[in-house]
């Protein structure tokens, strides 16, 4: 298959976050049949990272981005300019993009690349937390990392602090409110307090962004809620600590602060040669420290992840692989003049001993 075909055959096999499995096998078969190594790392029951290698010698780079995507599964199609469909650009495209680049590098003679895709990226991560523990990372000393960033280099990204605030109050007939309290009222009073107020800013990563993503609770309309809580997604620029402060200052002990999860901002290697950004959202990267320096780059932009009109341009994915090609050329380069350095400084040290 083509770029454009492996793109559309990616896209058509539904592998919303949790059900990963048949496009994990497609893959496996796929690269198999090109020749590499593929191994599949369980992850879950039914869920597995794939990792794919060829040659005998193990790779110092690898390519990764991620299998699953959001709901709900959109079929593909395309006219003269764009390709559609979940996952077009988030990221089936970007799967087809590096698998693509691999092979052109490894025409061209040029060893050591090896692929990794992982499940779990758009809620836990836990495809990219299992790989960090895998013996393949000990070998590995760059990994270009996918995610639509419109074919520039992510130099940084920012971190995010997941939180659900909940509130308790007591039921009554909503005819006699005063015998109640009301557990809503008081979450609205804690989130407008926690919107007026002023987040951390960063003069790398920019501001710190506080999205109020759900809310719930109560039982009736005629009943005095007791309870209630609502879900927030704080993207980061600063340590997480300095957000959580800063919160629980706000809340003042009116409601009870639960934190979900948490991701670093992170800051990546800038490449000289290559158009560079700084994105908002949360990558696979951090959970991925084993796996040497990580850069960021990938075809499509993040407005058209996670719509109904998801969608990539074609153009986009053939400049993908040559991005991709080059900048795993630079990189192996980059190595190779390190150890001829390390290796002349050592011969050196040697012969003033001797």
């Known amino acids: 298959m083509n770029l454009i075909e492996l793109t559309r055959a990616l896209i058509d096999i539904s592998s919303v976050t949790g059900d990963e499995a048949a496009v994990a096998h497609f893959l496996c ?3 198999e049949s090109l020749g590499y190594h593929v191994e599949m790392q369980e992850v879950e029951p039914g869920r ?34 764009f390709i559609y469909g979940r996952g077009a650009c988030d990221a089936k495209g970007i799967i087809a993009a590096q698998i693509t680049a691999a092979e052109q590098l490894r025409a061209e003679g040029v060893d050591g690349v090896g692929l990794l895709f992982v499940v779990d990226e758009e809620l836990g991560s836990l495809g990219a ?10 070998s590995c000393r760059h990994l270009i990392n996918g995610e639509p960033t419109d074919n520039r280099l992510g130099v ?9 605030i909940k509130t308790e109050g007591r039921a009554a007939h909503s005819a006699y409110p005063e015998a109640g309290v009301s557990a809503i009222e008081t979450l609205l009073d804690v989130l407008s307090n926690v919107r007026a107020k002023q987040w951390p800013v960063d003069d790398f990563f920019g501001e710190t962004t506080c999205n109020i993503g759900t809310l719930s609770g109560g039982t009736r309309p005629n009943v005095i809620p007791a309870a209630a809580q609502a879900e927030l997604l704080f993207r980061l620029v600063t340590e997480a600590e300095i957000v959580k402060q800063i919160l629980e200052e706000t809340i003042a002990g009116r409601a009870r602060i639960d934190y979900v999860s948490t991701t670093p901002p992170v800051r990546m290697l800038a490449v000289e040669g290559f158009a560079q950004t700084i994105v908002r959202f ?64 050592t011969y050196v040290e040697e012969g003033v001993r001797a």
């Open 29 to 31: 078969a796929h690269l």
């Open 282 to 345: 949360t990558t696979d990267i951090p959970h991925l420290r084993a796996w040497g320096s990580p850069v960021l780059l990938g075809p499509g932009s993040i407005l058209d992840a996670h719509t109904a009109h998801e969608r990539i341009t074609k153009r986009e994915l053939h400049t993908a692989v040559d991005l991709y090609t080059r900048l795993a050329r630079t990189l192996l380069a980059r190595d190779l003049a390190d150890d001829a350095v390390a290796i002349d400084r």
């Open 156 to 164: 940084g990204s920012k971190g995010t602090l997941r939180v659900t």
């Open 48 to 81: 597995a990272n794939l990792l794919a290698t060829h040659g005998a010698k193990l790779p110092a780079l690898f390519f990764s981005t991620h299998l699953d995507t959001v709901p709900p599964h959109i079929a593909s199609s395309e006219d003269a300019e």
């Open 129 to 138: 937390r299992a790989a960090n523990r895998h013996p393949l990372a000990e």
